[in-house]
């Protein structure tokens, strides 16, 4: 027990020596600072400023920003007069109340705006402990009367395509006329009246019609088309169209089975089989019967079946029956393929 105690002891006063021996100022940790965001644009629309920024995911030094807490958003108007910069909102990291949030796209609406005024914005990141990072490069927009909507926009469903088509706007809201011609932005959404803070289209398109491609088949798409009136970013866009749904559909039928081949017997019966077709979304066959060459076919199975084979108990004796085998896709319209080369038999 008593040299437990000594052992103690001296570790305890080697542990104090150690602690003793450092010297000089605490060391004051080093708060880096996050990156700014990245991507900043400024869509004019309804007499509003729409800002879009993608959220930085690292500080200046290169680290991972893992605290940061909200957004400084600061705005200077250059004409028709100027003013100094000056922040007018402040948007958070998390859950917003003044802004959307699409993935780690942020957008946010300055509403306070004056028609014929030109205005700059920069975004700075800010970190939990209070850092303010670096500003954004510059983002201009000019606030105009809104051009028109474009009107009788439509929607054409298509094989993971959707194309759209609209009018073209011929004047501003306050009914002057449009000395430009427009080109246009295209806005896609999952949600009745909810869309993406950014166009699907890159840059504005010059025509009247656009097809969305790389869609998921029999899911809802929305859109909505804006005409946009400068030729050069920042895009001045005007007011937004009325909205228009479509859901993209398989169009592509199965191949026809392969292979169909028929035996008689035993008994009154016919044994059909075939190869299986290789289609991953392949739901089944459907077979036919005809009971001569001059009569068009009639259905034998109600539901599609699985598996390449059927057996005909419904013939008669001295009967010719000629069969063909169709195959179908589990898409929503069921697509069916054209019928097989038919087979003859002759019931005995």
């Known amino acids: 027990m008593r040299i437990r105690q000594i052992i103690a002891m001296t570790s305890l006063g080697l542990l104090v020596l150690a602690g003793c021996g450092r010297s000089g100022s605490p060391v004051v940790p080093i708060l880096a600072e ?3 965001p990245t991507d900043l644009t400024a869509l004019v629309r309804s007499r509003a400023v729409i800002l879009a920024w993608t959220r930085p995911t690292t500080n200046i030094d290169g680290t991972a920003l893992k605290y940061l807490a909200a957004f400084q958003i600061s705005r200077a108007q250059t004409a028709p007069q100027s003013s100094a910069p000056s922040v007018i909102a402040t948007v958070k990291a998390e859950k917003p109340e003044n802004a959307v949030v699409s993935g780690n796209r942020y957008a946010f609406t300055d509403k306070d705006v004056v028609v014929g005024a030109r205005y ?9 402990r209070g850092v303010i990072g ?5 983002a201009t927009a000019l606030v105009t009367v809104d051009i028109e909507a474009p009107s009788n926009l439509r929607a054409e469903a298509g094989e993971r395509a959707v194309r759209l088509f609209w009018d073209a706007p011929t004047q501003r809201v306050d009914a002057s006329p449009l000395a430009v011609v427009p080109r246009y932005n295209i806005y896609r959404g999952a949600n009745p009246g909810r869309y993406d803070p950014s166009p699907i289209n890159r840059e504005p398109v010059r025509s009247t019609q656009f097809q969305d491609t790389n869609l998921v088949n029999d899911q809802t798409y929305y859109y909505r088309v804006t005409a946009v009136e400068s030729q050069e970013p920042p895009w001045q866009e005007g007011v937004p169209s009325s909205e228009v749904s479509t859901a993209p559909a398989d169009l592509t039928p199965p191949a026809p089975p392969q ?13 059909l089989s075939w190869e299986l077709n290789r289609e991953s979304d392949l739901l089944g066959y459907l077979v036919y019967r005809s009971d001569a060459t001059e009569r068009p076919p009639h259905r034998l199975t109600e539901a599609p079946l699985k598996s390449p084979i059927l057996t005909d108990r419904s013939v008669r004796s001295g009967g010719r029956y000629l069969y063909t085998v169709t195959a179908v896709d589990a898409s ?10 038919a087979v003859e038999v002759r019931v005995p």
Do not use: D
Not at 120 to 128: D, G, H
Not at 332 to 341: G, I, P, Q, W
């Open 34 to 36: 996050p990156a700014p």
């Open 120 to 128: 700059t914005y920069t975004i700075e990141a800010v970190s939990r």
């Open 134 to 138: 670096p500003p954004t490069t510059e």
């Open 259 to 271: 292979g169909v081949r028929a035996v008689v017997g035993p008994g009154l019966a016919v044994s």
């Open 332 to 341: 929503s319209r069921h697509n069916e393929s054209v019928a097989s080369e």
